[in-house]
T-cell receptor
Framework: DSGVTQTPKHLITATGQRVTLRCSPR?????VYWYQQSLDQGLQFLIQYYNGEERAKGNILERFSAQQFPDLHSELNLSSLELGDSALYFC?????????????FGDGTRLSIL | GESVGLHLPTLSVQEGDNSIINCAYS??????FIWYKQESGKGPQFIID?????DKRQGQRVTVLLNKTVKHLSLQIAATQPGDSAVYFC?????????????FGKGTMLLVSP
């Protein structure tokens, strides 16, 4: 058990809809990272938050947004969903703000767009 | 942009053999390298990491070797067990918005036969 909790485990919705994925980091970790994993693209970094502030941005679409709350949990919002958004979404956390340290991953949310 | 590749998509070994999984990276500025193991239905699990000031690091049954000259990273697993069957990812740091983030390789599937 990594200590990172993601909910829900599975999400099925339709094109055009909006969903929110939730992540609770390991106790004491200040950074949260979001990744998308698909069969053709592998594990792609989306965005990082550190202690409530956006730290780094990767290949995140404009239709996607995230935030980190004062209790350090994070949410990833995906809107105007398209079929191609079907993927596994992982959250990871680490103690500090720099990416050069181990990140600990949750077990992901599987998003299926019908 | 940064590319991180793996030489073999699938590696099949017998139980008790030693396994070697390879990874090539392209960014000579990368200074932190990490290996993850991902089992079906789970998130990536940290195995071992190494910084650019080292060329070898050992853990329990695992060794990571770093050759910065040819930008190559390998993971060696000693006495491979059926429980080692999983997909293995290497990841290297990339500068993103002025901060280090991880870029993941596509993964190698390790299959261990009893």
């Amino acid at each position: 058990d990594s200590g990172v909790t993601q909910t829900p485990k599975h999400l099925i919705t339709a094109t055009g809809q909006r969903v929110t994925l939730r992540c609770s980091p390991r106790s004491g970790d200040l950074s949260v990272y979001w990744y998308q994993q698909s069969l053709d693209q592998g594990l792609q970094f989306l965005i990082q938050y550190y202690n409530g502030e956006e730290r780094a941005k990767g290949n995140i679409l404009e239709r996607f947004s995230a935030q980190q709350f004062p209790d350090l949990h994070s949410e990833l919002n995906l809107s105007s969903l398209e079929l191609g958004d079907s993927a596994l979404y992982f959250c990871a956390s680490s103690g500090g703000g720099s990416g050069d340290q181990p990140q600990h991953f949750g077990d992901g949310t599987r998003l299926s767009i019908l | 942009g940064e590319s991180v590749g793996l030489h073999l998509p699938t590696l099949s070994v017998q139980e008790g053999d030693n396994s070697i999984i390879n990874c090539a990276y392209s960014n000579s500025a990368s200074d932190y390298f990490i290996w993850y193991k991902q089992e079906s239905g789970k998130g990536p699990q940290f195995i071992i990491d190494i910084r650019s000031n080292m060329d070898k690091r050992q853990g329990q049954r695992v060794t990571v070797l770093l050759n910065k000259t040819v930008k190559h990273l390998s993971l060696q697993i000693a006495a491979t067990q059926p429980g080692d069957s999983a997909v293995y990812f290497c990841a290297v740091t990339t500068l993103n918005s002025g901060y280090s983030t991880l870029t993941f390789g596509k993964g190698t599937m390790l299959l261990v036969s009893p």
